[in-house]
């Protein structure tokens, strides 16, 4: 009977991101780090940098052998809901950018004197210089 795998969401990893509590995702795994802060061969910074968010581009670039990648097996609890909705971050950024454009307009008419005066100045001194020559 093939065993079932726990899935979370990239909201309850990111909670878990504390020296007592700390959770790394490593390609859409989840793993608990937590009892190993003080054994990490790099120091717990390495993962404390990294906890509750992913961290595969960084375990990678680190360059780790096939006995870490073993040993990380001990600390497996999960793996990613891909699934799930988005980052809460990213529905914020996508309400306010919707009236970037209304924004913008108001901005322009409100101000359109700004950018006349700018060029009426402009053709002023080009006239006085090319006078002078």
Not at 59 to 73: C, P, Q, V, W, Y
Not at 94 to 107: C, H, L, Y
Request: aromatic letters at 10%.
């Amino acid at each position: 009977m093939p065993t079932l795998t726990k899935l979370f969401t990239m909201e309850e990893a990111s909670e878990h991101n504390t020296k007592d509590d700390c959770w790394v995702i490593i390609d859409g795994k989840v793993y608990d780090v937590s009892s190993y802060l003080d054994e990490h061969p790099g120091g717990d910074d390495v993962l404390l940098g990294v906890t509750g968010q992913d961290a595969t581009d960084e375990f990678e670039d680190a360059g780790h052998s096939k006995s870490a990648r073993d040993l990380m097996e001990k600390f497996f609890i999960g793996e990613l809901d891909t699934t799930s909705s988005s980052i809460p971050e990213l529905e914020i950024v996508k309400k306010a950018g919707k009236d970037i454009p209304q924004k913008f307009m108001e901005v322009t008419k409100q101000y359109w004197f700004v950018p006349v005066a700018v060029v009426g100045i402009s053709v002023v001194v080009g006239f006085l210089y090319t006078r002078k020559k």
